[in-house]
């Protein structure tokens, strides 16, 4: 599939187009930005931050990735694997 498809969206987002993918707000995003957890580049004279989707898309994976190995704290305890613990119905 080309880049610039329909259904992959834009190659570059605005900081607000970012927030509302990640349903946070901007201030958020840019703050994301300015720790360089989440790479954007300025365009144009007056220097807008554009974040390239493929960027994004990677920020979200590493975040799937750390969930997988440092929150497992967060997770529910999984059942044991006999009826021990097991809520009686």
């Given at each position: 599939m080309p880049p610039n498809s329909p259904s992959s969206g834009p190659r570059f987002l605005t900081l607000d187009q970012v927030a509302e993918e990640l349903q946070?707000?901007?201030?958020q995003v840019y703050a994301?930005?300015?720790?360089?957890?989440l790479i954007a580049v300025?365009?144009?004279?007056?220097g807008?931050?554009?974040?390239?989707?493929?960027?994004?898309?990677?920020?979200i994976a590493e975040l799937y990735r750390q969930a997988e190995t440092d929150g497992s704290a967060d997770q529910p305890a999984?059942?044991?694997?006999?009826?021990?613990?097991?809520?009686?119905d």
């Open positions: 946070v707000t901007r201030s994301l930005v300015r720790d360089r957890s300025k365009i144009g004279g007056r807008q931050r554009r974040v390239e989707r493929s960027r994004l898309e990677e920020y999984r059942p044991a694997s006999s009826n021990e613990g097991a809520p009686d």
